[in-house]
């Protein structure tokens, strides 16, 4: 278990220092947000109403954006090479590297994701909504990304690959995320189901994630 | 509604499956004019596979030859 | 000849060489015998002759299904068994999948046009069959972004099966997502039921289309093992010369 202790902070070290790239994930989550009101206009009713959607659809653009460093700088240098070979079991030191991955990509958009609400005219409950469909619903998308980052790993260029193979899985994560959002907001929906079934889908890439991840990468590389 | 004339839409919809399935049986039957050009052309050439010379003698070789 | 001596490749190749020909002629006298019925079906009460469309819709929205679900088990084959054929199983499905549920969302949207007023709305149908017409598209990109067939194979394979368990949550989710944002306004092909004089076309052009989806797809892996052939012996041609 040590080993893999050591393994998340190490994946947690190389991404915030220098060249790692973390952060660069909620700078473009701010960017997007800051873009949709240049297309839509600055109408505040009309942002209230689609903030959710976008603030879901930007962090999902922004997960995706960090998801192919996940595992192919540890290709590049070899490191994978040694997780492969190690006796600890691919598919646990897959799911540390996610976690890894998640809490420094993930975790920071959920962080960000009440202030740049706040540029899109959100109120405080539709914020705790907002914020806590993403807090559940974010390791889902890096769980499921993830399986696209293992069968990229060896391809040059897999980044926009991996986008095109991945965003058509995300479909169900976005519709009960934006729909739990919504049901905050408009208060028109129970908040309870789609939340649940969010929470369902998260502990269900959990499980799925790592086995095919592990599975695509001993078949790539070898 | 019944003031729309549907039959342009129904005559669409059969040859958009038409013109789909016609494209089907093209690639298909171009792919495999193609194919078969590239190995008689290598043939010519003398590029066989092993598998090919040896296969009276061997019939398990045959089995185990890759595609 | 039983299954197993189907699974050497050049076995098969004479099992396409014969066989194609007989499935070839059986299909198109099921194509004949079924749009001969389909012309004769009645006009539905509801949507009139626009029925018609259903006779190409629903059995290319079958094949879309069937062809993923053909991939699936290919997948397995490929990384259980490591098997060449069921590579080539899974690589020629995939186009013919994607073109079948093209030709679904086509016919679907020319049907909408006079049913609904609009080429495309966001029903669960269409948009369940628009996000698997997405995923075949990411299948086919990965088959040719990789260049080595086995690997690209092996990669293929994972995202099929991926796929195969995401295609129920999606349809799921998607079927949530359209009964909270319309509910109303979309006809429901089970709300009425379908009369016999419908349903024996519509079954008779569904096995049709099947018939057409297996002799494709037999056609389609005979191309894709003389292609794997070519290519072993340009990269043989290439060794000896260099």
């Known amino acids: 278990m040590t080993s893999l202790g050591a393994l998340l902070i190490r994946d947690m070290r190389l991404a915030v220092r220098v060249g790692g790239g973390a952060l660069i994930g909620v700078l473009f989550f701010l960017v997007v947000v800051t873009l949709v009101p240049f297309a839509v206009g600055p109408d505040l009713a009309l942002l209230k109403r689609i903030g959710p959607a976008v603030l879901w659809l930007a962090a999902l653009l922004a997960s995706l954006l960090a998801l192919d460093r996940l595992f192919a700088v540890d290709h590049e240098d070899g490191s994978l090479d040694l997780l492969l070979m190690s006796k600890t079991p691919l598919e646990l030191v897959v799911a540390v590297k996610g976690v890894a991955h998640w809490l420094t990509t993930g975790l920071p958009l959920v962080v960000a994701a009440p202030l740049i609400g706040l540029l899109l005219n959100l109120d405080a409950a539709a914020q705790a909504g907002l914020v806590l469909t993403l807090l559940v619903g974010t390791p889902a998308l890096t769980f499921i990304g993830m399986i696209g980052a293992a069968i990229a790993v060896a391809l040059r260029r897999g980044g926009l690959l991996l986008a095109v193979l991945v965003l058509p899985l995300t479909v169900p994560v976005l519709i009960f995320g934006v729909a739990a959002a919504n049901a905050v907001l408009l208060g028109a929906a129970p908040f309870g189901t789609p939340f649940t079934i969010l929470c369902a889908l998260s502990l269900a890439s959990l499980v799925v994630g790592p086995f095919a991840a592990a599975a695509a990468l001993r078949q790539e590389i070898e | ?67 | 000849m039983s299954l197993v001596d189907l699974a050497n490749p050049s076995r098969f190749l004479k099992f396409a060489n014969r066989a194609l020909p007989w499935l070839g002629g059986v299909t198109v006298i099921a194509f004949a015998f079924g749009l001969n019925q389909a012309m004769g079906a009645p006009d539905d009460y509801q949507q009139g002759a626009t029925v018609k469309i259903m006779f190409l819709h629903v059995p290319s929205a079958w094949l879309g299904m069937l062809a993923w679900g053909i991939m699936s088990i290919a997948a397995l084959g490929t990384l259980v068994w490591r098997h060449p054929l069921a590579d080539v199983a899974a690589k020629a499905a995939a186009p013919i999948g994607a073109a079948f549920t093209l030709l679904c969302l086509v016919t679907g949207s020319l049907w909408g046009r006079p049913e609904w007023g609009t080429y495309w709305v966001w029903d669960a149908r269409l948009t369940s069959e628009l996000v698997l017409f997405l995923l075949y598209l990411g299948v086919i990109a990965l088959w040719r972004t990789v260049e080595d067939p086995s690997r690209a194979a092996r990669a293929a394979a994972i995202l099929t099966l991926v796929g195969a368990v995401d295609l129920p949550i999606i349809k799921f989710s998607v079927d949530w997502w359209n009964t909270l944002h319309q509910g109303a306004s979309v006809f429901r092909l089970g709300g009425s039921t379908i009369y016999p004089t419908i349903l024996m076309p519509l079954l008779v052009m569904a096995v049709a289309f099947t018939l057409l989806f297996v002799t494709l797809h037999i056609a389609a892996m005979r191309n894709e093992i003389l292609r794997r052939r070519v290519r072993t012996l340009r990269l043989m041609q290439a060794q000896a010369t260099s």
């Open chain 2, 1 to 67: 509604m019944e003031a729309i004339n549907h039959l342009p839409f129904i005559v669409g919809a059969y040859a958009a499956a038409f013109v789909v399935i016609a494209g089907l049986i093209a690639w298909v039957m171009l792919d495999f004019r193609t194919q078969r050009r590239a190995l008689a052309d290598l043939e010519m050439r003398g590029v066989t596979r092993r598998s090919a010379v040896e296969r009276p003698q061997r019939p398990m070789a045959e089995a185990e030859e890759k595609v």
